[in-house]
DNA sequence: GGAGTTGTTTAGGA
DNA sequence: TTCCTAAACAACTC
């Protein structure tokens, strides 16, 4: 369930093979992983360089690679984002690629792999001095001082009709926030899920925002170092099946479909 | 066998 | 135009 700080765990999975070389590239050529990139142009580049570095932002992974068969003074620069299945890990060598494995990048002692059952997940190389655009223009991180409550006002303004949920789901302006976190915000700010965006006061736009970064910092705490479960007082730890109570009132929770997505929530709670 | 699933993009409707 | 929802993408599990 790749959300920010699962994003953040695979990322780190990689740095295995922090100043290693990549002595040969595995890529499942017609794989739909690689539907923006050309996957030889990738493993061309990519064979003999050295990973240097890695960056995750919201759900986005970038991993910056040098030397090798890569031109002076320019660096390969790997994107990856993992849709609703993908998974980073390392593996001893030898590694047999698996049936869902699209990219394999063998280092000096390990694998470095990348799965994806689903096939949501995409892979984008960049060859230059400097990031991809995309990547320049990715929105401020959620935790950073770039992203403050006027911001967050004028975005719920903008889309003012559309249910909370749905909101917090758009990249755009909540990178990294995915199906379970949205659930959790609203939890921890006790708002409905179905609160249209335009409807909530000063008072909760505050509550709002603190809790905005309460999880993401909560979740980055409990996921991203050993990918453990958040604390029994979230709801994150019950809200998987029918039947979960919710850990504040002992009322069962609601489970139902907003913005298209299955939503779960503690109605006397969130009021 | 049918329904559901952690994400994103697109088509089409309001 | 703008904004929103539903469908599509694919392969698994319950």
Not at 53 to 78: A, H, I
Not at 109 to 117: G, I, P, R, S
Request: proline fraction near 6%; hydrophobic fraction near 35%; include cysteine.
């Amino acid at each position: 369930m790749p959300e920010l700080a699962e994003v953040e765990y695979f990322r780190k999975q990689w740095s295995v093979g922090l100043d290693r070389k990549v002595s040969q590239v595995l890529v499942k050529a017609k794989s739909r992983v690689f539907r923006e990139v050309s996957p030889k142009k990738l493993s061309g580049s990519l064979t003999n360089s050295f990973l240097r570095e890695s960056f995750s932002s919201g759900k986005q992974m970038l991993f910056r690679f040098s030397g090798g068969n890569l031109p002076d003074q320019q660096f390969g620069w790997l994107g990856i984002h993992l849709g609703m299945t993908g998974k980073l890990f390392h593996e001893d060598l030898p590694y047999a690629p698996g049936k869902h494995d699209h990219l394999v990048l063998k280092m000096t002692e390990d694998a470095l792999v990348f799965q994806d059952m689903r096939l949501f997940g995409k892979v984008l190389f960049h060859l230059g001095k400097e990031p991809p655009e995309y990547w320049a223009q990715r929105p401020p991180d959620l935790l950073s001082a770039e992203f403050n409550l006027k911001d967050l006002e004028a975005f719920l303004q903008r889309r003012a009709k559309s249910p909370l949920k749905a909101v917090l789901l758009d990249q755009r302006r909540f990178p990294g926030v995915g199906n379970w976190m949205a659930d959790e915000i609203c939890f921890q700010a006790r708002i409905l899920p179905h609160t249209p965006a335009g409807k909530i006061e000063v008072e909760r736009m505050k509550q709002l925002y603190q809790k905005i970064q309460y999880v993401c910092r909560g979740a980055l705490k409990y996921v991203s170092n050993d990918y453990g479960d958040p604390p029994k007082s979230w709801l994150f730890q019950h809200r998987w099946k029918d039947g979960g109570t919710c850990p504040k009132t002992g009322e069962l929770l609601v489970r139902e479909k907003i913005g298209g997505r299955t939503t779960c929530f503690s109605p006397s709670w969130q009021e």
